[in-house]
């Protein structure tokens, strides 16, 4: 999506996930080689993401617990965005409205993340996921909110209707769809309603791009124009025009 002076984005996702290794004593996965990649991803972007949090209280011995979970984030400064995130199969890159464009800096943040993630492993991880994930959200007051269901059908090019009892008003709402697409692609879309932390309503969308395949690093990079551009033109389709003009 191209840069909005009002844009709804609160967080946009790249994912990338590599088979793991099977302990064949017990049939669990994990990453043989996490522990020493991530003290050597942790000196390899040093320069760029000096602050590192541990989000999970990993331990080595209890790795299959963690796997393709983020354990790790490195960020530029304590809070900011963008960071990368590591975890025994899984690696991302997260950015939030206020840093992301496209082009300007997130691609190359992800290029960069996935050229140290490879330094850290030695070499080429034999990826097979990989997910572009866009998280939207507006607070309903400020678009004259009534109900869920006119509110939705009047700003989004989706609706639904309750036909068991008109007396009823749903306070919360949560609808999920799921859609092949072209090249084994599969877009996730993902409608409901939540509370910020000053307790206005909001109304939350997540568009999912998604594949399982094999790839190489040029691989996802590649993918990654596509779903960008894809997410881009379901964003716009997606909302109706007035409530996407709103974000210019």
């Given amino acids: 999506m191209s840069r ?8 946009v996702i790249f994912e990338a996930r590599w088979a793991l290794d099977t302990d064949q004593a017990t049939g669990q996965e994990y990453d043989q080689k996490y ?9 390899h972007v040093q320069e760029r993401f ?18 393709r979970q983020a354990v790790l984030q490195f960020r530029k400064e304590p809070g900011a965005s963008p960071l ?16 992301y464009d496209w082009q ?23 990826y097979e996921q990989v997910a572009l994930r866009y998280i939207d959200s507006v607070k309903v007051k ?12 009047k700003h989004l090019r989706f609706g639904f209707t309750n036909q068991f009892d008109h007396g009823m008003v749903p306070k919360d709402v949560s609808f999920q769809q799921l859609f092949d697409l072209p090249d084994d692609d599969q877009l996730h879309l993902q409608i409901g309603s939540g509370t910020d932390r000053d307790g206005d309503d909001r109304l939350i969308w997540q568009t999912t791009v998604q594949r399982k395949g ?11 124009n596509t779903a960008h551009d894809l997410s881009s033109k379901l964003f716009k389709d997606f909302c109706q025009p007035d409530f996407h003009a709103s974000f210019a």
């Fill in 4 to 11: 909005l002076s009002n844009a709804p984005l609160q967080e």
């Fill in 50 to 67: 000096p602050h590192v949090d541990q989000r999970l209280p990993f331990h080595p011995l209890t790795q299959h617990l963690f796997a």
């Fill in 214 to 224: 094999t790839f190489d690093r040029a691989g996802l990079l590649a993918w990654g």
């Fill in 35 to 43: 522990s020493l990649a991530a003290g050597a991803l942790k000196a």
């Fill in 104 to 126: 300007e800096s997130y691609q190359p943040t992800l290029i960069y993340g996935l050229e140290m993630l490879e330094k850290a492993y030695d070499g080429t991880l034999p």
């Fill in 84 to 99: 990368l995130q590591l975890g025994p199969g899984v690696f991302t890159v997260n950015d939030t409205d206020k840093n």
């Fill in 142 to 153: 400020d678009y004259g909110f009534t109900d869920w269901a006119s509110f939705i059908s």
